[in-house]
């Protein structure tokens, strides 16, 4: 996932939607000025130590300090500003109320990502992965449960801080499919570097379809978890049986698995865990064997996370728990 945003060309340089490339023109233009500016420097430099002396007493007037040390970096800094903030000015525009809405969280060290309805109401809950359909344009509303972080998913729009006590909006869209790196980009603490994420862009059709699924899961959960219940009454725990384990451990303290007991708010919703790409915010490709590796030690792995690892469970014990999360799709 982060290492997804050190391919070639860099991300900020191969937008794949109409809002990164606009951020992709202005960088463009940015490098083009800095690139003519540093050449004039140069010349200027030249004439300086070798041209003739009319030339070197012209460069060390007055008027050529109040011409290029003045007026030139004054208007063309003014104009690059002007221009720079009309054009990715539809980055941050408000919500007009008809858009698609994605609510994103920074919390210490993950991205909390609940999709709302029209009116706000959340939809679906997931964590370090945004799926949207390719050609609609999507407003993330960002919000920061703790410090300051910074979302940017480089191929999709431009950099956005998450700010504890504010929402601020941004704009995505994608016009290809694809799977986009993203990462905070605003330090927040230990594990700063290893908090990344992924937006998946899927063709329209197949997005409702993703959708459809997910929402069958969601509405069939309650009814497993009356079935639970009911199995749970009068029966004992065996070792293997990886929902029980994932109750009684402690892990449904923090996490949420919709339509079962398990209700924790403090942790990424595991809802549809066995579906996401990646462990840890972007750290492990997601399969069994890394999925029992994380809840046995995931302070190994980034520590300082609000995890603790729990290697006072047996080997057994962890993978069933892995089992039985990797079905949660
Ligand atoms: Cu969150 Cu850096």
Known sequence: MIDALWGWPPPVLDPAGP???KVTTLAWSLFGLGFAVTAIVAAALFVAIKGPPKWKAMLGGERAIWIGGV???????????????????????????DEMRIRVIGEMWWFRVQYLD???????????????????PVVLELESADVIHSFWVPHLSG????????????????DRAGEFGGVCAEYCGGQHALMGFVAVAHPPADYRAWQGTRMVRVASASTQANDALSQAAGTTTQKTDGRALFMQSGCAACHRVAGTEANGLAGPDLTHVGS???LGAGVLPNHLGTLI??????????PGN??????????DELEAIARW???QK
Do not use: C
């Open 71 to 97: 007026a030139f970096p004054g208007v063309v800094l003014t104009a690059l500003l002007v221009w720079g903030l009309t054009l990715t000015a539809s980055l941050t525009e408000p919500i007009r109320g």
């Open 118 to 136: 029209p009116s706000g109401n959340i939809v679906m809950e997931d964590a370090n992965e945004i799926h949207i359909p390719v050609g609609v």
């Open 19 to 21: 809002y990164s490339d």
């Open 159 to 174: 950099k956005k801080d998450m700010i504890p006590g504010r929402r601020t909006l941004l704009r995505i869209e994608a």
């Open 276 to 278: 996401r790409r990646s």
């Open 306 to 315: 609000r995890m603790p690892s729990y290697d006072k469970l047996a080997a």
């Open 325 to 327: 999360l990797e079905q």
């Open 293 to 302: 590796g994380w809840i046995g030690d995931s302070q190994s792995i980034k």
